[in-house]
């Protein structure tokens, strides 16, 4: 293995969990506050349900999207190596 491609598998592999991490604690504070709006009674269910949802499916949808591309291109290197 040359010493560039195993930078770059490191580098993707730090890059890969510094996302997944971030992704763990983005979806635990977000269920955090669903489960806190849901049962305060001076809070309005609908709305904070409009308001964090969005938030939360183009988070998830984001980081998934950028982790399948890393997958993606680390398959595509390998293929043509």
């Known amino acids: 293995m040359e010493p560039t491609q195993n930078m770059r598998d490191k580098l993707t592999f730090w890059v890969t969990f510094m996302i997944s991490v971030t992704l763990c604690f983005s979806v635990l504070a977000m269920v ?4 806190l709006g849901l049962w305060a009674k001076e809070v309005d269910n609908g709305e904070i349900f409009k308001m ?6 183009t988070l998830i949808g984001g980081m998934i999207g950028f982790l399948s591309g890393i997958k993606l291109n680390q398959s595509e290197e390998k293929e043509t190596s």
């Open 52 to 57: 964090i949802s969005p938030a939360f499916s």
């Open 32 to 35: 955090v506050a669903f489960l």
